[in-house]
């Protein structure tokens, strides 16, 4: 059984933490929906203020729903399309503020204020990326950001 012990200390250090259960959980394990499914329902449970974590998966078109937690979520989106397809597309993270001022912003929750997009890319192949939505404006900050760059690194390490 998985016992998640509570964040403590600086936001890096929290982010430190969170990797090491993130490794924990996906050592020795190379299934990529199993290692997303967990993923998810780690940062859901550990992170305060997020109401929607997961996966979209790129399946050579457009990018489909995969592992989360939260509310059911819209199933595909294209690459021309959300915060997700703009993460996707242009291999960059998304770090939106306010959601409300993001042209093509698709609402699933709608109670999602603010949105993180980490992109997922094995070497030039994209995979797809890791979402992070919250009810709270601003809740992301460039340490978030650069938190969950780490695990989603982490998670893409287990493809290889
Ligand atoms: N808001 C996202 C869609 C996915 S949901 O947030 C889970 C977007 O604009 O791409």
Same mark, same amino acid.
Request: net charge negative.
């Given at each position: 059984?998985?016992?998640?012990?509570? &964040?403590?200390?600086?936001?890096?250090?929290?982010?430190?933490?969170?990797?090491?259960?993130?490794?924990? &959980?996906?050592?020795?394990? #190379?299934? #990529?929906?199993?290692?997303?499914?967990?993923?998810?329902?780690?940062?859901?449970?550990?992170?305060?203020?997020?109401? %929607?974590?997961?996966?979209?998966?790129?399946?050579?078109?457009?990018?489909?729903?995969?592992?989360?937690?939260?509310?059911?979520?819209?199933?595909?989106?294209?690459?021309?399309?959300?915060?997700?397809?703009?993460?996707?597309?242009? +291999?960059?993270?998304?770090?939106?503020?306010? =959601?409300?001022? /993001?042209? +093509?912003?698709?609402?699933?929750?709608?109670?999602? #204020?603010?949105?993180?997009?980490?992109?997922?890319?094995?070497?030039?192949?994209?995979?797809? =990326?890791?979402?992070?939505?919250?009810?709270?404006?601003?809740? /992301?900050?460039?340490?978030?950001?650069?938190?969950?760059?780490?695990?989603?690194?982490? %998670?893409?390490?287990?493809?290889?």
């Amino acid at each position: 059984m998985f016992t998640s012990s509570a &964040l403590s200390g600086s936001k890096s250090e929290q982010y430190a933490q969170l990797l090491a259960q993130a490794r924990a &959980l996906m050592h020795g394990e #190379r299934d #990529r929906i199993a290692n997303a499914a967990n993923l998810s329902a780690l940062i859901y449970h550990s992170l305060a203020d997020v109401n %929607w974590a997961g996966f979209y998966f790129y399946d050579g078109t457009e990018l489909v729903v995969g592992p989360f937690q939260g509310l059911p979520a819209c199933i595909r989106i294209p690459l021309s399309k959300g915060v997700c397809g703009a993460a996707a597309s242009t +291999g960059h993270s998304q770090r939106i503020d306010d =959601v409300d001022t /993001f042209p +093509g912003h698709i609402p699933c929750d709608s109670a999602s #204020r603010s949105e993180l997009v980490v992109p997922l890319f094995a070497g030039a192949e994209l995979i797809g =990326v890791l979402d992070l939505d919250s009810s709270k404006r601003a809740r /992301f900050d460039t340490e978030d950001q650069a938190g969950m760059e780490a695990i989603a690194d982490a %998670w893409l390490e287990t493809l290889r």
